[in-house]
């Protein structure tokens, strides 16, 4: 059964793969919904293509079941530009009236159309290895090839199209002056994404695939700031979203896109946490880090505003940083801490006196235009 | 079947009651989601739903409505506030934030579906029917539930009218009045939590979006005002409610949810296209009333402004002449003109081509025209030159 885990695992990464590459594009235009419309409608171009055809696998039955997504985008964007109803509505009106048909249509054509429900929502990605075909001769399922043409097909549109593609994401108005059809590319783009998810849908079913559009890309979004390396790495969350998904699926007996998708949000949630730049983690050091600077700022230029003075011996001492500056005890010790740390500061007595460094920074705050003429620099 | 007969049907009179107080609570507290553009918000918590209903179960162990309803509510709450996190503390925007919490909720509670159904426990069966809605399996004391929570959240809507008014329409105003915005924004969008887990039973957790968003964006077609606009989407989600329920009801094998889906949309489709002022064919039929009036405003002061250089008020213009100026058929134009009584036709031999000159009417509603332009003194100076 090894073989079979194998096959499992890729086809899992492939969806994965193809639906990432195409999603990252979908997040960056923060068109990211559009795929979840998408993944609803195609189970009617499913049905009324089937209905028509009487087949469930082909190119053709791909191209006519795909033929939904992109109506759904294109009325999605007959509605909005009525300037009748917002984007997110119109969205939300289009993708419930064909999902609605096409139930309808599971409901009256039960006994012609071999689709479950359960299938529309999760997927038979465990029985790939019923529906097999034989390729140099060997036996493999028929999803596994489907899926790594569709990836195939998606690298090469993106490396491609990489230029076009990247300039029209970022500054629709340069694209068109530069004569790239944004907008053909945006069609493009959705047809792929809707191809992907017909194909797609025998393993994962229909809402499951949206996890894999848009998560990878939205947690590789929050580790890196390079257009390549986000499709990178949402390749990467994707082979290990469906290695550990399938993992911990079996051992729970639960279903493995399901797992797998989970496992996509899990990674999402680990990016958010601790991306080194953009993480809750990182910012919060930085934050820290930042209070800090300004806690020891306040404090020189307290002490340089008194030094000399002749409220020196009642201003810089240690109990007038709780009075003056209202600094807690605990606040204070830790503040005075650090700068007799940091060399800022130096203790005589009571008496708290800036170092040569603590008096240059405070001097830098108080007095910018002071540039000190000494040899020394 | 006839529909008395049928709504003395015990159970479809308990659907229909149903589905109607389902489609009054989403219609009102879509209302304020539509208006405060967070229409895919109730797509988020009807997937985020699923969970919550799979921990209900496993942890009361029976198919019982309010448990799975309040598991429902804290799973979409817990959705909301990750989303809400997501957007607030990283760099993702509102549609990845949504899309990324509406896919990872719903896979849980993929996984915890298949969970359940992996064990051996005959009252699993009904759960499934949360996915597409199975109105038939609605009970008396289903009924009870529904219709305190649409009682319950009409009445925290009269409560906070005014504040929700303001929360909606300018969130900065309602801050410098001093208004919690925070809270109300808070009891809004549970509020919204609370219609969709409602409908969950009819309509289904991958369908609720469009009972939230429907009948508000029919009803915004209709009017300008909140009241009317609240009540208007109340009505529409009540009439989609027990339409679908009858519709389902009487084709019995269709699922009630996306009956009821197909009749809300219905009701959108009609109001884009036909409510007054807003509606795409009042819109398209106004344009061309208006491209009417322009050119026959344009046609006329141009007659007069050749009567002007002629120094003839009446100067007798060939329709031919205008035509090939205009560059288009110029009679029914003329012919409307002549209809109000402001131009006549007459000839002008030797030429045999139609001509027209301006009655006396036409002159005055040319000059009137003009001065509303600002450069009416010009003409009447003239006109009087050109009279003398």
Redesign the interface.
Known sequence: MLVLDVQIVLVGALVGISSSLLGSFL?LR????L??AIS?SILLGIILTYLLIKQTTGPFFILGAALAGVVTVYLTEF?TN?K???N??A???VF??L???A??LI??Y?RDVHID??AV??GEIGFIWLDTTRWLGLELPKSLLSMTIIALINLAFVSLFYKELKISTFDEALATALGFRPTLLFYALLTLTSVTAVTAFDAVGA??L??F???P??AA??LTDKLWRMMAYGIVISLGSSLFGYYL?VL????I???M??M??VF?ILA?LLSPR?G?IA?EVIRRSQRFANEERALVVHLFNHEHSSHQNEENIVSALREHLRWSESKSRNILMRSLDNNLIVREGEILNLTLKGRAIAQEIMQPWYRPISSEG | MDLLSLLSDFTIRNVTLGAMLLGISSGVLGSFA?LR????L??MLS?AALPGICLGFIIVGSRQLLPLLLGALVSGTAAALFMLL?IN????????????A???F???G??????IQ?KPDANQAGL?AF??GQAASIVPSDLWILGSITVLALGIVLLFWKEFKVVTFDLQFANTLGFPTGVLEILLTSMVALAVVMGLQFVGV??M??M???PA?AA??WTERLELMVFLAALFGALSGIVGALISALAR???T???I??CA?AI?LVS?LFAPN?G?VWASWQTRQQHKTLRSRQLLSNLYKLGLTHADPHYRVEETMMNAYYGMQTRDIFKRLESRGLIKQSSHMPEEGRHWELTPNGIEEARQFLHSLGNGDMGQDEVQHAGA
């Open positions: 997040v923060k068109n990211s919904m795929s979840d609803h509605i009525t009748r109803v917002k997110d509505a969205i939300g009106l419930p009236v999902f609605s048909i139930v309808i409901n009256l039960a429900i359960d929502l999760f809402i499951l949206v996890a559009v848009i998560v890309p939205a979004y929050l699926a729970w007996d639960v279903s896109a399901g797992m998708a989970v996509t949000g999402l958010f953009y809750l910012q | 539509v553009k967070q229409s895919l109730g797509d997937h997501l503390r990283s760099r993702l925007k509102t549609d990845a934030a949504l899309g990324s509406l896919s990872f719903f896979a849980i993929i996984v915890l579906l298949t969970y992996a499934t996915l597409f991958i369908l979006a469009a939230i968003i429907a964006v915004r077609q094998g269709l699922a949810g996306p009956v889906v197909l949309s959108v884009l807003r795409l």
